[in-house]
């Protein structure tokens, strides 16, 4: 099969340069001139697929050759291309330095790798505050360092005057590839972070919008979208078919068990294919708000938590009493729990000394450090979700540091190799509770939406016995 479907990556040199900036601000401004656009991100982030969701008005969904498999990209692009309907354009945007991967792996997981699995042309945006005619010599050097990976058009962004654009536009011209855009220095234009990056859309409600609105009326005035979209319409036609959730699973598990998804301002971290997976298995798929809700959805068998900033909600997640006690009576009564970062911590006892649902005997507090990276990780024994000796792809997040009580914690669920080659025992697996700070992406393990959906299934059923 075969999928058309003009689209573009938005690379950059580094972090920095206004790549989140300048692709969402495509998205917006394309979508207000009456095209379905449909937003990607490479990589695993959580966040910046929010502004995408938000600027194009469909799901934001991510590309990683390592959580994903390399085989799985483009028709993961396609799948979400089409999904809930056909998108005119797809704009992809990059993670780190267009050629920055998985360290040790020669780029795998770069932009780079990503834009020649799914054979797309790059925008390069290029942060011009500190340069002028020199990004000519760096525009250069990116276009022909991997012949594979056209650079079809530069967008200079933090230009501070007319005087410096024509500098920077003469640069560029020497290097032989066009300037679609040059984007002012206006600092009135500003996405929030704090320590784990951008804050999410779902913190920030109207001023999200806001933000969203400005950089598409930015984008609008200062890209030639005309020439964006010409760009983007010189990628070929994609020779595979979209992913589909329902051929991944396999056969449904009948009853169809109620699977309740925490969602809100404190696990905003999920991939929009668990919850699709998660259905084709045979789940009925319902949302929840840990920080509002009193009790989990009537008819709650399974439990799905993914990540997010508990930290920052700890005081209103702990006061929420009558949830966490619906949390612990499901596990009680035989229900399932499938918990990543966000969800390890809000099972355990207490995170930054506020009790949490007390599922895990585990107790978390902020540490010194940002743990982040890739990993390949083995099953260490059969689970809720895996089996001995499974591996999977996934990736880690986080600044919390989450200690479990002497003699007390359930057997760990995966091992891996640490970066000092030490091997790194890490979460919590049970038959009913499978809590991890590890992320993983189940479109690249299809396995673990089915085989939760099933303990799902067997958990109403002895509830009905």
Same mark, same amino acid.
């Given at each position: 099969?075969?999928?058309?479907?003009?689209?573009?990556v938005?690379?950059?040199p580094?972090?920095?340069?206004? *790549?989140?900036?300048?692709?969402?601000?495509l998205?917006?401004a394309?979508?207000?001139?009456?095209?379905t656009?449909?937003?990607? *991100?490479?990589?695993?982030?959580?966040?910046?697929p929010?502004y995408?969701?938000?600027?194009?008005?469909r799901?934001?969904?991510?590309?990683d050759?390592?959580?994903?498999?390399?085989?799985?990209?483009a028709? %993961? !692009?396609?799948?979400?291309?089409?999904?809930?309907?056909?998108?005119?354009?797809a704009?992809i945007?990059?993670?780190?330095g267009?050629?920055?991967?998985?360290t040790?792996?020669?780029?795998?997981?770069?932009?780079?790798?990503v834009?020649?699995l799914?054979?797309a042309?790059?925008?390069?945006v290029?942060?011009?505050a500190?340069?002028?005619?020199?990004?000519g010599?760096?525009v250069?050097?990116?276009?022909?360092?991997?012949?594979?990976?056209p650079?079809?058009?530069v967008i200079?962004n $933090?230009?501070?005057?007319?005087?410096?654009?024509?500098?920077?536009?003469?640069?560029?011209?020497?290097?032989?590839?066009?300037v679609?855009?040059?984007?002012?220095?206006?600092?009135?234009?500003?996405?929030?972070?704090?320590?784990l990056?951008?804050?999410?859309?779902a913190?920030?409600?109207?001023r999200?919008?806001?933000?969203?609105?400005?950089?598409?009326?930015?984008?609008?005035?200062?890209?030639?979208?005309?020439?964006?979209?010409?760009?983007?319409?010189?990628?070929p036609?994609?020779p595979v078919?979209?992913?589909?959730p329902a051929?991944?699973?396999?056969?449904?598990?009948?009853?169809?068990?109620?699977v309740?998804?925490a969602?809100?301002?404190?696990f905003?971290?999920?991939?929009?294919?668990?919850?699709?997976? #998660?259905?084709?298995?045979?789940?009925?798929?319902?949302?929840?708000?840990?920080?509002?809700d009193?009790r989990?959805?009537?008819?709650?068998v399974?439990?799905?938590?993914?990540?997010?900033?508990?930290?920052?909600?700890?005081?209103?997640?702990s006061? $929420?009493?009558?949830?966490?006690?619906?949390?612990?009576? %499901?596990?009680?009564?035989?229900?399932?729990?499938?918990?990543?970062?966000?969800?390890?911590?809000?099972?355990?006892?207490?995170?930054?000394?506020?009790?949490m649902?007390?599922? %895990?005997?585990?107790?978390?507090?902020?540490?010194?450090? #940002?743990?982040?990276?890739y990993?390949?990780a083995?099953?260490?024994?059969?689970? !809720?979700l895996?089996?001995?000796?499974?591996?999977?792809t996934?990736?880690?997040f986080?600044?919390?540091?989450?200690?479990a009580?002497?003699?007390?914690?359930?057997p760990?669920?995966?091992?891996?190799?640490?970066?000092d080659?030490?091997?790194?025992?890490e979460?919590?697996?049970?038959?009913?509770?499978?809590?991890?700070?590890?992320?993983?992406?189940?479109a690249?393990?299809?396995?673990?939406?089915?085989?939760f959906?099933?303990?799902?299934a067997?958990?109403e059923?002895?509830?009905?016995?």
């Amino acid at each position: 099969m075969v999928t058309r479907l003009p689209r573009l990556v938005v690379a950059a040199p580094g972090s920095g340069h206004g *790549k989140t900036m300048i692709a969402t601000g495509l998205m917006a401004a394309l979508r207000a001139q009456g095209r379905t656009v449909s937003p990607h *991100k490479v990589g695993p982030d959580y966040i910046d697929p929010g502004y995408h969701a938000l600027a194009a008005g469909r799901p934001g969904r991510n590309l990683d050759p390592h959580l994903q498999s390399e085989g799985l990209v483009a028709p %993961l !692009l396609a799948h979400g291309a089409g999904t809930p309907a056909p998108a005119d354009v797809a704009v992809i945007e990059g993670v780190m330095g267009m050629f920055d991967g998985a360290t040790g792996t020669g780029g795998f997981s770069s932009t780079a790798h990503v834009a020649r699995l799914v054979q797309a042309p790059v925008v390069l945006v290029v942060d011009c505050a500190a340069t002028a005619r020199s990004v000519g010599a760096l525009v250069h050097g990116f276009s022909r360092f991997d012949e594979r990976v056209p650079v079809a058009g530069v967008i200079l962004n $933090n230009v501070g005057s007319a005087r410096h654009e024509r500098e920077a536009r003469e640069g560029v011209a020497a290097a032989g590839v066009p300037v679609l855009g040059c984007v002012p220095r206006l600092p009135d234009v500003v996405v929030p972070s704090r320590h784990l990056g951008l804050v999410p859309v779902a913190e920030r409600g109207p001023r999200a919008h806001a933000a969203v609105e400005a950089l598409a009326g930015l984008v609008g005035r200062h890209v030639d979208l005309t020439a964006v979209l010409e760009v983007a319409a010189t990628a070929p036609d994609l020779p595979v078919a979209p992913w589909s959730p329902a051929a991944a699973v396999g056969t449904a598990v009948p009853g169809r068990p109620r699977v309740a998804v925490a969602a809100g301002a404190a696990f905003t971290f999920g991939y929009a294919e668990t919850t699709e997976l #998660l259905a084709a298995a045979g789940a009925e798929v319902v949302t929840f708000d840990p920080l509002h809700d009193t009790r989990l959805p009537a008819g709650t068998v399974g439990l799905v938590i993914g990540g997010g900033f508990p930290e920052v909600h700890a005081e209103a997640l702990s006061r $929420n009493g009558s949830l966490r006690d619906s949390v612990r009576e %499901l596990v009680a009564s035989g229900g399932v729990v499938a918990a990543e970062c966000a969800g390890l911590l809000y099972l355990g006892r207490a995170l930054q000394d506020r009790p949490m649902c007390g599922v %895990l005997p585990v107790t978390a507090t902020m540490g010194p450090r #940002l743990t982040l990276g890739y990993r390949t990780a083995t099953a260490l024994g059969d689970s !809720l979700l895996t089996r001995a000796g499974e591996q999977v792809t996934g990736h880690e997040f986080h600044r919390t540091r989450a200690c479990a009580d002497t003699g007390a914690a359930p057997p760990a669920a995966w091992a891996w190799a640490g970066t000092d080659g030490a091997d790194v025992r890490e979460g919590f697996a049970t038959p009913r509770v499978h809590a991890s700070y590890l992320h993983t992406h189940w479109a690249g393990h299809p396995q673990l939406a089915r085989r939760f959906v099933a303990a799902a299934a067997g958990a109403e059923a002895g509830a009905a016995a």
